[in-house]
Nanobody, 114 residues
Framework: VQLQASGGGLVQAGGSLRLSCEAF????????MGWYRQAPGKQRELVAA???????NYADSVKGRFTVSRDNAKNSVYLQMNNLKPEDTAVYYC?????????WGRGTLVTVSS
């Protein structure tokens, strides 16, 4: 399984971005999909995740601002990010699990200027 993410970029504080990620390859049944991020000098952290059934989980720091969703027919996961803050600046990684294996995308950079 390969994951290809897109949608990162530079935005001013208070702005919005939408990240997309599509899974390719041998797709049988992807369970959880989600987004992690890693800021310079920090560990990678969970941003948001969504189960196949649609249950969601968010980091406290993004609740109320970010929305994760998925389209199972397209093997895709999305992250709508609103009211972005400079502290949201990071490389965002798409994540998916299938058959007890975890897969990662290459990351897309999100930069929020103050």
């Amino acid at each position: 399984v390969q994951l290809q993410a897109s949608g990162g970029g530079l935005v001013q504080a208070g702005g919005s971005l939408r990240l997309s990620c599509e899974a390719f390859g041998i797709i049988r049944r992807i369970n959880n999909m989600g987004w992690y991020r890693q800021a310079p000098g920090k560990q990678r952290e969970l941003v948001a995740a969504v189960s196949r059934a649609g249950s969601t989980n968010y980091a406290d720091s993004v609740k109320g601002r970010f929305t994760v969703s998925r389209d199972n027919a397209k093997n895709s996961v999305y992250l709508q990010m609103n009211n972005l803050k400079p502290e949201d600046t990071a490389v965002y990684y798409c994540n998916a699990d299938q058959d007890a294996h975890e897969y990662w995308g290459r990351g897309t950079l999100v930069t929020v200027s103050s």
